[in-house]
């Protein structure tokens, strides 16, 4: 294969040892449960939306809130921490630090350097 894929592996994401923790995912902007969408039971599902009702409806759109706005862990319902990077046009992260806390403590360290795709984070530029 030509392709290089060195810099797409998925994110490894920390165990949520809470229980019944693997049977939900949660609204990006409140942290509520969102029914019926268990992450176990339908592995291959197409993610439509990661927010509630409510939620998409305040923030105009059904996956991410509106830039500026704090963000929940899709994965865990905890809040994100926010990091923003450098640069002229820096982006602004969102990143859960009980599911990626290696990411979150890189960020914290202002190290945004290493080249990396990102599965289930939230990425949102300010200058949208
Ligand atoms: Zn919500
Ligand atoms: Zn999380």
Known sequence: ?????????????????????DGFVYCKGCGAELE???????????????????????????????????????RCGGKDEVFVGSGIAPITYHVCPRCVPERAARYRAHDFETPERVVEETKQAETA
């Open 36 to 74: 019926g969408r268990g992450r176990v039971s339908q592995p291959r599902a197409r993610v439509s939306f990661m927010m509630c009702e409510s939620c998409r409806e305040i923030h105009g759109h059904d996956l991410m809130p509106m830039p500026g706005s704090p963000t929940f862990c899709y």
């Open 1 to 21: 294969m030509p392709y290089n894929r060195a810099h797409r592996e998925p994110e490894v994401f920390a165990v949520d040892t809470r229980p019944g923790a």
